[in-house]
């Protein structure tokens, strides 16, 4: 973590500074609470090291940076309402905490404040940043919904898996780097890569995440173990399962994944676990993870600056495979 330390830092100084308050109390609190609650602010940091890869003065580039974790904390919020988390960093959610109306219009002032971030630098800069921004949020959006549609869809492709999870996860790290990229007026070939490395990036992240969800350490990743099990969610594990798993393992996925099951969450989880163990699929999920990681990288390779400035991006990458929260 020696490398990314000093970026987390530089944000936390910068978050506590520029805290949301404002009146009424009861829409800026919620904010306040998610934000305090923890996060590993990987996206801000993103932001922060691409663009130091050209400039220095990465103080330029916080506001950006803050932005684009308010704005992750926005779909957060509005997240665990549609999948119904009640723990989120080891904490309740916002909505379990105050209530649904709290969720939903805190999280939708959050991303107007993310415009408000964004559209603060000059004009040149501000309506670049804007066009990118809302391709980005755009597709989230579809991504999230794809999601959604797909816990009660029963053929979905691994295909369609990773591109809903490139919408809903992947394109929001790219931004995070393509944002440090215009702030720091790179060469054009250079924002291309580090566009891909971020993509390539977060499909290895969401890969890891949905390997958390079932097999984390819960005190750690701070949501509850099997959630994407009880949620139906196709996930890789569950899609690779579906693929080569044997007999035994497709009749586990069929009676527990059958909208009419009545038995209790535990005995689903488990069996479903165990299932995507048998198969073999655990195991697929930690190698396509891992190849995802490797393209990341040969984009980063394909970045003109000197090789001794990607090390921050580098050991961020490398803790985000190997990361347990
Ligand atoms: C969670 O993101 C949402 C996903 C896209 C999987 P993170 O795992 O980055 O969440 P925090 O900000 O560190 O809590
Ligand atoms: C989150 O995906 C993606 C967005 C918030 C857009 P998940 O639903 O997998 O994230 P977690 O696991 O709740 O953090
Ligand atoms: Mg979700
Ligand atoms: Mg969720
Ligand atoms: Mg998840």
């Not at 492709?157 to 780097?177: F, G, N, S």
């Not at 195991?283 to 001794?308: C, F, K, W």
Request: hydrophobic fraction near 40%; aromatic fraction near 10%; charged fraction near 25%.
């Amino acid at each position: 973590m020696d490398f990314i330390t000093p970026y987390i830092s530089s944000l936390e100084k910068y978050f506590l500074e520029s805290s949301l308050i404002g009146s009424p109390d009861t829409l800026y609190e919620p904010m306040r609470y998610l934000l305090s609650i923890g996060g590993k602010r990987m996206r801000p940091a993103l932001t922060l090291m691409a663009y130091h890869l050209y400039k220095d003065d990465v103080e330029y580039a916080l506001p950006a940076a803050y932005a684009v974790e308010v704005f992750h904390n926005f779909t957060l919020m509005h997240d665990d309402i549609m999948d119904h988390a009640n723990t989120r960093r080891g904490q309740s959610t916002v909505h379990k905490k105050y209530d649904v109306n709290a969720a939903i219009l805190s999280g939708d002032a959050m991303l107007i404040k993310a415009y408000e971030l964004i559209t603060n630098y000059p004009d040149s800069q501000g309506i670049a940043l804007v066009r990118v921004f809302n391709k980005m949020a755009i597709e989230l959006c579809e991504g999230q919904r794809l999601d959604m549609d797909f816990e009660t869809k029963s053929d979905v492709t691994i295909a369609e898996y990773l591109r809903m999870v490139e919408y809903k996860t992947a394109v929001l790290l790219a931004y995070a780097l393509q944002q440090g990229a215009i702030l720091a007026n790179a060469p054009s070939s250079d924002g291309y890569h580090l566009f891909e490395f971020g993509k390539n990036l977060g499909i290895s992240f969401q890969i890891q995440d949905d390997i958390l969800d079932t097999f984390g350490e819960g005190a750690k990743v701070g949501k509850k173990i099997g959630g994407d099990i009880i949620q139906n969610k196709k996930t890789y594990l569950y899609l690779k399962t579906l693929e080569i798993g044997g007999g035994s393992e497709l009749n586990v996925l069929s009676k527990f994944y059958d909208p009419h099951y009545v038995g209790t969450e535990d005995d689903k989880i488990q069996s479903v676990k165990n299932a995507f163990i048998s198969s073999g699929a655990a195991e697929y999920a930690n190698q396509v993870r891992d190849a995802y990681h490797d393209l990341a990288m040969s984009h980063l390779a394909g970045i003109t600056v000197d090789s001794n400035k990607k090390k921050a991006l580098i050991s961020l990458a490398d803790f985000l495979i190997k990361r347990d929260k």
